[in-house]
């Protein structure tokens, strides 16, 4: 029988441990904090991050990192991008050196400007080759409630993608394969800046249409970005480009956008993240898109004005007229499509 290790048991990782604890799959979900691990393991539900959803018996919380992840065959990270290297580097010395390895965390490293796949690779050099992603618009609390979602695993190895494809695939929870790593990332990570945005839009008081504008040429800027880093084009027209982009603009499970709906509402970013009391991925990644967008020579005015916003205290309505007044442009931009696949 199956065995997954499950690394991280907020909302995200607690959610992915139900679909597979349902399909009958062992899971061992290690918890960094012993009495939440505890606790968890005697009420069976998250209260903190997932209330109201139970956790199936096979379902093994722990602690200990060894004891999560030794002699299983998989291992998925799902820990917010600040936490990952100090994990990995602990990790590489305990999981099978044949573990396939799955990371569902959406950033960019701000110190390196590394996507996560690079991350992976410079803490366990050679894990590109059992690496996947796994992406797309899937709220926890939705996928946690059997509420049909569709998401895609993404590796460099066609084989790590289906067997991944194969684990997670249920009747609520479709899997599809894309070799797009870069693409696959990128689009995760962005639309979280764009979230921001969209959240700053609708604590303004702002309308359908400004957030329809905001989505559209947020998808325009991430493609831009990707583009130039080695994604393909194509990638950004599915679940993990304007998929995921939507459901982050669009719902209030997103703490990006509702981050982003009390930045409009004037309040201050410490203020905020403190309220909120979880991460919010789209602060770290605006950081590292102004130093990508430089690296790159690539014109970012939403995420810049969210950057402005964030870190030196611009006003929102002024970030409006900034963007809203900018030189005169085409709407249309040649996109080089990169056929570098399986």
Known sequence: MKKVAILGAGSWGTALAV??????INVNLW???????????????????LPGVLLPQNINVVSDLQEAVENLDYVVMAIPTHGIREVLQKLALLMKPTSIVVNTAKGIEPETLMRLSQVFE???????QRFCVL??????EEVSRDMPTTV?????????AETVQDL???PKFRVYT?????????GGALKNVIALATGISDGLGFGDNTKAALITRGMTEIARLGVKMGADPLTFAGLTGIGDLVVTCTSMHSRNRRAGIALGQGKKLEEVLKEMGMVVEGVRTTKAIQKLGEKYEVDLPISTEVYNILFNGNNPQEAVVNLMTRMRTHEMEEIVINKNQW
């Open 122 to 128: 410079d803490e366990i050099p050679g894990i590109s």
């Open 152 to 160: 895609v695993a993404a590796s460099v190895k066609r084989e790590v």
């Open 31 to 49: 918890c960094r904090d012993v009495e939440q691990g505890l606790q968890l393991n005697k009420i069976r539900e998250n209260l903190r991050y």
């Open 19 to 24: 679909v597979l604890a349902k399909k009958g």
């Open 168 to 170: 997670f695939i249920t």
């Open 178 to 186: 894309n070799p797009d790593v870069v693409g696959v990332e990128i």
């Open 135 to 140: 992406s797309g618009p899937s709220h926890a």
